[in-house]
């Protein structure tokens, strides 16, 4: 797959899952709660994975398609009930988040996130850590817009945020990521710290992988 092009950007889109927060191991936890509160055989842990940063709409739809209307409802119910009881601790940031962000944001750049949480849950992880909300010029959530890999998400960024694709990176951790930039014409930077690895994202079209986000200012100062 070949990447996009990647033009020194002004606007930087993260997604939040594998990305910005640890939280990869919890929502696979909490998946294979669901599908027990549902009554369900439980899926692969690399099932699990796979669907991370999709909305939990097509996420059901690819781990359950056997599934009916009430049996996937049970497992939504399982999934937040295992969510919402979660410690906030068990999901901290990736090291080094909160400065990278910051001395970003200091340097001119505008911040945005797209991820496949729901509204609810990215407030709650923005409650977690009060001093990311105000560094974000726009969020979009997956249950307010087109899930991954469809473009919505970061087409409504760049409307809100005045900006056109080839201005923008998209950074993530999965190849929903990688595949929704792609289809918004706008380059993608992989970070090999949640879900896929590194051949993975570049196959994919990743135009680089770094290993965590707190590389991401270096990164751009080289670029």
Do not use: N
Request: glycine share 8%.
């Amino acid at each position: 797959m070949t990447a996009t092009r990647a033009e020194r950007p002004s606007l930087l889109i993260f997604d939040w899952d594998g990305t910005l927060m640890d939280s990869v191991a919890l929502i696979c936890r909490c998946l294979e709660a669901a599908f027990a509160y549902a009554g369900l055989p439980g899926r692969s842990l690399a099932d699990y994975r796979s669907i991370i940063g999709l909305g939990l709409g097509d996420a059901l739809a690819r781990l359950a398609p056997e599934a009916d209307e009430r049996a996937r409802s049970r497992i939504l119910e399982g999934y937040r009930r295992c969510y919402f009881a979660a410690d906030p601790e068990d999901t901290p940031l990736f090291p080094g988040v909160e400065d990278s962000l910051k001395s970003l944001r200091e340097s001119g750049f505008t911040l945005a996130v797209a991820t496949g949480k729901a509204r609810r849950g990215l407030d709650r992880a923005l409650d977690a850590h009060p001093s990311l909300r105000p560094l974000f010029a726009a969020t979009r959530c997956a249950d307010e817009s087109r899930s991954k890999p469809h473009p919505q998400m970061l087409m409504e960024i760049l409307a809100a945020t005045g900006r056109k694709a080839s201005e923008a990176w998209m950074i993530g951790d999965t190849v929903h990521d990688v595949a929704m930039a792609r289809a918004a014409g706008m380059a993608a930077l992989g970070v090999s710290c949640g879900v896929d690895d590194v051949h993975t994202l570049e196959r994919e079209g990743a135009f680089a992988v770094l290993s965590g986000p707190a590389q991401l200012p270096d990164f751009i100062a080289r670029t």
